[in-house]
């Protein structure tokens, strides 16, 4: 497809257990964000990514998250020993460079995770 | 830090009524602002976004116009249709090319009643 995709659009886990979501960013596209969306919350910036420089973990909520991006595209984020804490819709977004005047992110549908 | 602050919501109108969303932001750089949307079940979208003072963006009806000297971007609409209930998320990203990319509000949860 054309747009970015994320998978799987639903997780229920059991807290303690790792959780892996995936990201297929819009070809082409050199950054990759991702986003953690709570109920009533607005977006939380997580972690960017931007070609093939380190990215910007400065989002983080604890060092049980990691995010790795494969030959500059596909992106999965990790949560390990997941709480219940971490229930939230994790979206993803890609652009075609870093945001400035004329680019634009694009989102994936999220990934909605429950933890219980 | 970069913010943005939104009215909160749910915000409930007829159909054919004017709709406000105000939307404030707080930034260290030039930012350029926008305007999300999403629609029940889909991701977000960009609506419209405007780069520099004065700027108005316009998509679909709405409007939107970067006000520096009151650092607002508040959305507008003459009259909203029941396809346009959604969550309504005002956004910027400064300029000086930040790496944390977007700084989204809290979203506005619009519901337009027939």
């Known amino acids: 497809g054309a747009g970015v995709s994320q998978s799987p659009s639903n997780k229920v886990t059991e807290k303690g257990k790792d959780v892996e979501l995936r990201c297929d960013p819009i070809s082409g596209h050199t950054a990759l964000y991702w986003y953690r969306q709570s109920l009533g919350q607005g977006l939380e910036f997580l972690i960017y990514f931007q070609g093939n420089s380190a990215p910007d973990k400065s989002g983080l909520p604890s060092d049980r998250f990691s995010a790795e991006r494969t030959g500059g595209s596909v992106s999965t984020l990790t949560i390990q020993r997941t709480q219940q804490e971490d229930s939230a819709v994790y979206l993803c977004?890609?652009?075609?460079?870093?945001?400035?005047?004329?680019?634009?992110?694009?989102f994936g549908q999220g990934t909605r995770l429950t933890v219980v | 830090g970069d913010s943005v602050t939104q009215m909160e919501g749910p915000v409930t109108l007829s159909e054919e009524a004017f709709l406000t969303i105000n939307c404030t932001y707080t930034?260290?750089?030039?930012?350029?602002l926008f305007w999300y949307v999403q629609y029940p079940g889909e991701g977000l979208q960009l609506l419209l976004k405007?780069?520099?003072?004065?700027d108005k963006g316009s998509n679909k009806g709405f409007e939107a116009t970067y006000r520096k000297e009151t650092t607002s971007f508040h959305l507008e609409k003459g009259s909203v249709q029941v396809s346009d209930s959604a969550v309504y998320f005002c956004a910027l990203s400064d300029r000086g090319g930040g790496a944390d990319g977007l700084t989204f509000g809290k979203g506005t949860h619009l519901i337009i009643q027939p």
């Open positions: 977004a890609s652009s075609p460079a870093s945001l400035g005047i004329d680019t634009e992110a694009f």
């Open positions: 405007a780069t520099k003072a004065d």
């Open positions: 930034a260290t750089g030039y930012p350029s």
